[in-house]
């Protein structure tokens, strides 16, 4: 079953406590990105890869960090969370022909930061 | 930038209702415009997506459609049922790497 996979699904931590969420596709897309949802802000995106070691920013980058050292892989780190990125976040992958395709999401991670 | 505004926020029908969620947009350079639907504790699911040189597209008891010029989609849900309670997002593709999202309308149904 063609699928984005993320864990965990549900994250409490601390302040300031390195984390990694994972995310997984095994659909060979080329392109991988990240978004959080907020209440009233809606699905903003964070960082995205458009290929194996080529990632970029998105429009809320701030705090993140992401890498890509396989094509199904694409982590969503936190190095140092805050309490302002408690959120809803998911992972999403598209073949590379975005314009003419549908891209796939994740089933989210909820994460509070206290 | 573009900007997807989803009216109404939230509906509520009676069960068997035919019903339409409006998603518009600032910006008529898109790729595609995607629909979606999100379950409380769940993903984002695809619904249909339709191409920047197409009118409509269906599936099932959806039908969604695109006027590119005047910036605006529709979602037509025929027959409406409890299990669509839900919320529905739209998403707009254009020539950045980001996918513009409305913020939804949240549909409930009642039986």
């Known amino acids: 079953e063609a699928q984005v996979t993320q864990n965990p699904r549900y994250l409490i931590t601390v302040t300031g406590k390195k984390l990694t969420v994972t995310c997984s596709q095994n659909m060979n897309h080329e392109y991988m990105s990240w978004y959080r949802q907020d209440p009233g802000l809606g699905l903003r995106q964070i960082y995205y890869s458009m290929n194996v070691e080529v990632t970029d920013k998105g429009d809320v980058p701030e705090g993140y960090k992401v890498s890509r050292k396989e094509k199904r892989n694409f982590p969503l780190i936190l190095e140092s969370p805050s309490p302002n990125q408690t959120s809803l976040y998911f992972c999403?992958?598209?073949?590379?022909?975005?314009?003419?395709?549908?891209?796939?999401f994740g089933q989210g991670t909820r994460l509070t930061v206290v | 930038k573009q900007e997807v505004t989803q009216i109404p926020a939230a509906l509520s029908v009676p069960e068997g209702e035919n019903l339409v969620l409006n998603c518009s947009f600032t910006d008529s350079a898109i790729y595609n415009l995607q629909w979606f639907r999100q379950d409380p504790g769940k993903g984002l699911t695809s619904l249909l997506l339709i191409q920047s040189s197409q009118r409509e597209q269906t599936s099932g008891r959806l039908n969604a459609s695109l006027d590119k010029s005047s910036g605006r989609s529709t979602l037509y849900i025929a027959a409406s049922q409890p299990g669509d309670s839900a919320t529905y997002l739209c998403?707009?593709?254009?020539?950045?790497?980001?996918?513009?999202f409305g913020k939804g309308t949240s549909l409930l149904v009642t039986p």
């Open positions: 998403a707009v593709a254009n020539s950045g790497y980001a996918l513009n």
């Open positions: 999403a992958s598209s073949p590379r022909q975005r314009r003419y395709t549908e891209a796939f």
